[in-house]
């Protein structure tokens, strides 16, 4: 019996993982967010939160598949179960916390601002009676509504990062203000478009995390364990220095 049980329990503990491995989930990203988030030549989303979460999704036992999702109505689809997982450089904030729930952090951000190089802002404050371009829905776009107020019409609201940045090229505004990853991986790769960054003391600290339906605690469990996970193993490491460097 002790040997058939040995046997039983092995082939458990052997089989309990390909269970496990059954479900994909759905992992809304909306990738127009180098380098985080982006689509390569082969229309896959690639970047850091998708080196991240597949690796940490991999020492959990699960499998995650990544879809192009607009950041307009993203966190919806967790609530509608077209989703399972948001990892889209998502900004914990406590309102968002009210209606979902968010992995531990992997990230630290926050805001950074772009002007032309020959723009006279030096400091956010000075923002005030200029136009402004923001994501829609984005921390920046809170940070920018606490300056210029959130019905003032010189706030102009875009469905994503890229067009924000375009209007700025174009002429249609003064600045952008977006999460520094992005501002300073776009500012960097278009030398051409002759911009420069302004960092302003008054932005807080921002950390990202992973989001899962409100309730969801098995799905949430398995991401800080793999998280976890890839933090101690050097694996976190090694796929921040692919895309920041040192
Ligand atoms: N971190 C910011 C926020 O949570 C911006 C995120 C935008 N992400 C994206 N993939 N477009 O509001």
């Not at 082969?42 to 999702?69: H, M, P, Q, S, W």
């Not at 990062?161 to 952008?176: F, H, K, M, R, W």
């Amino acid at each position: 019996f002790g040997k058939l049980f040995a046997a039983l329990a092995c082939t458990l503990a052997f089989s309990a993982p390909v269970f496990a491995a059954g479900k994909t989930y759905q992992v809304a990203t909306d990738a127009s967010y180098a380098p985080f988030e982006s689509m390569n030549d082969k229309k896959e989303v690639v970047g850091f939160d998708v080196d991240v979460l597949t690796a940490a999704a991999a020492k959990a036992g699960i499998e995650v598949k990544f879809i192009n999702t607009p950041w307009e109505g993203i966190f919806a689809t967790l609530a509608t179960g077209d989703r399972d997982i948001v990892a889209s450089a998502v900004t914990i904030t406590p309102e968002r916390k009210q209606t979902m729930d968010f992995t531990n952090p992997y990230f630290d951000a926050k805001q950074l601002i772009a002007v032309s190089g020959s723009s006279k802002v030096a400091k956010f404050a000075d923002l005030k009676n200029l136009k402004v371009a923001v994501q829609t829905g984005t921390t920046g776009d809170e940070v920018v509504q606490k300056l210029l107020g959130k019905t003032n019409p010189n706030i102009k609201r875009f469905e994503s990062t890229p067009l924000a940045i375009q209007e700025l090229l174009s002429g249609g505004v003064d600045a952008v203000v977006a999460d520094n990853g992005v501002v300073t991986n776009y500012v960097a790769n278009n030398k051409g478009a002759k911009l420069k960054t302004i960092d302003d003391a008054s932005f807080a600290k921002e950390s990202y995390g992973f989001a899962v339906h409100k309730g969801n605690a098995d799905l949430l469990a398995k991401l800080n364990k793999g998280i976890a996970a890839i933090k101690a193993d050097g694996t976190y490491d090694k796929i921040y220095k692919k895309y920041f460097g040192k």
